[in-house]
């Protein structure tokens, strides 16, 4: 009976928007909002960012950019379970897509850096990742005659780390995924199937939409990972990495907690949780409904939930 009833309120999700989307006007009530179709940034400033965001010589032996780790043909991750660093080091956590970070309201899982810029400045001196020092890019790029005239034209010859980091982020805020959900919320009915708004009716009935919200699909807010029943103590060891925002208050309370992540492009950034432990998308939502939401998410809706979440792949990334 339970899943009859979940089912029907799922059906009257889908019958309610659906109206709503055949009318034509944007679906202004949903927990999910559209992003922009564009920005407008400084186009010398963000040109700058993108050639400093492929650029090998941020790190100390010239092998690792920021796109190593956030590939972009990659749904903006490396796809792996954990980021490999300089010297085919391993960090302690999976890397989160670039791609519309810049709606997040705090960067890292662990919500340590408050923005785009602080975010950038981190992994050039981390050892395990880009390996650098600051000192030392900031001479490497000085003598580049090039990029020293294209800082001449942005920031007035000032090349420094709060330049680079501040160029690379407006790069960044660039890298917007606008999907075919996007154009749904507008009032496009026919921008997704039958099927696709079905299983966002499941999305929102299982209560998915109470953290994954807003803008980003998620990135709102830190929730706790096995808020309703313990995930860690039924999964092995507990690394540093796992104890998630506890590592920047240092608050018990604070233990096991993350920011969460958005669900835009979720379909390319496999393997998933912060840890990179499960390579299905299927069993992620599985995981998320028994631990979370404390509900038993049947294959048949978890596999419908996916067929929305694919959705939300931006028009940029799909296939040609």
């Given at each position: 009976?339970?899943?009859?009833?979940?089912?029907?309120?799922?059906?009257?999700?889908?019958?309610?928007?659906?109206?709503?989307?055949?009318?034509g006007?944007?679906?202004?009530?949903?927990?999910?909002?559209?992003?922009?179709?564009?920005?407008?940034?400084?186009?010398?400033?963000?040109a700058?960012?993108?050639?400093?965001?492929?650029?090998?010589?941020?790190?100390?032996?010239?092998?690792?950019?920021?796109?190593?780790?956030?590939?972009?043909?990659?749904?903006?991750?490396?796809?792996?379970?954990?980021?490999?660093?300089?010297?085919?080091?391993?960090?302690?956590?999976?890397?989160?897509?670039?791609?519309?970070?810049?709606?997040?309201?705090?960067?890292?899982?662990?919500?340590?850096?408050?923005?785009?810029?602080?975010?950038?400045?981190?992994?050039?001196?981390?050892?395990?990742?880009?390996?650098?020092?600051?000192?030392?890019?900031?001479?490497?790029?000085?003598?580049?005659?090039?990029?020293?005239?294209?800082?001449?034209?942005?920031?007035?010859?000032?090349i420094?780390?709060?330049?680079?980091?501040?160029?690379?982020?407006?790069?960044?805020?660039?890298?917007?995924?606008?999907?075919?959900?996007?154009?749904?919320?507008?009032?496009?009915?026919?921008?997704?199937?039958?099927?696709?708004?079905?299983?966002?009716a499941?999305?929102?009935?299982?209560?998915?939409?109470?953290?994954?919200?807003?803008i980003?699909?998620?990135?709102?807010?830190?929730?706790?990972?096995?808020?309703?029943?313990?995930?860690?103590?039924?999964?092995?060891?507990?690394?540093?990495?796992?104890?998630?925002?506890?590592?920047?208050?240092?608050?018990?309370?604070?233990?096991?907690?993350?920011k969460?992540?958005?669900?835009?492009?979720?379909?390319?950034?496999?393997?998933?949780?912060?840890?990179?432990?499960?390579?299905?998308?299927?069993?992620?939502?599985?995981?998320?409904?028994?631990?979370?939401?404390?509900?038993?998410?049947?294959?048949?809706?978890?596999?419908?939930?996916?067929?929305?979440?694919?959705?939300?792949?931006?028009?940029?990334?799909?296939?040609?």
């Amino acid at each position: 009976m339970k899943r009859k009833g979940s089912a029907l309120a799922a059906t009257l999700f889908a019958l309610t928007y659906t109206f709503s989307a055949l009318a034509g006007t944007p679906l202004t009530n949903e927990p999910l909002k559209p992003l922009p179709q564009k920005v407008n940034l400084d186009s010398r400033e963000v040109a700058l960012g993108k050639l400093l965001y492929f650029d090998k010589r941020l790190s100390g032996d010239n092998t690792i950019s920021c796109a190593t780790c956030h590939d972009l043909q990659k749904g903006g991750t490396d796809q792996l379970p954990v980021s490999i660093g300089i010297h085919g080091q391993h960090g302690p956590i999976n890397a989160p897509t670039v791609y519309n970070s810049g709606y997040n309201f705090r960067q890292f899982w662990d919500g340590r850096a408050k923005d785009l810029e602080e975010q950038a400045e981190g992994p050039v001196a981390n050892p395990k990742e880009m390996g650098a020092t600051w000192p030392d890019v900031i001479k490497k790029l000085k003598s580049d005659p090039m990029l020293v005239a294209d800082f001449k034209k942005v920031f007035e010859g000032d090349i420094s780390k709060q330049t680079v980091v501040k160029a690379i982020a407006t790069y960044e805020r660039t890298l917007i995924t606008p999907s075919r959900f996007d154009d749904y919320l507008r009032g496009d009915s026919k921008a997704i199937t039958p099927e696709e708004k079905h299983g966002y009716a499941l999305f929102k009935s299982y209560g998915c939409a109470a953290c994954h919200n807003g803008i980003n699909v998620g990135g709102s807010m830190y929730q706790k990972f096995g808020l309703l029943k313990n995930y860690f103590a039924e999964h092995g060891k507990v690394t540093e990495a796992d104890l998630g925002r506890y590592n920047v208050t240092k608050k018990e309370a604070d233990k096991y907690f993350f920011k969460v992540p958005t669900l835009r492009n979720v379909a390319l950034t496999a393997p998933y949780l912060s840890n990179g432990s499960v390579k299905s998308l299927e069993k992620t939502v599985q995981i998320m409904g028994e631990y979370q939401l404390g509900r038993q998410i049947n294959d048949k809706d978890a596999k419908a939930i996916v067929t929305f979440l694919k959705s939300l792949t931006g028009k940029s990334l799909e296939k040609k």
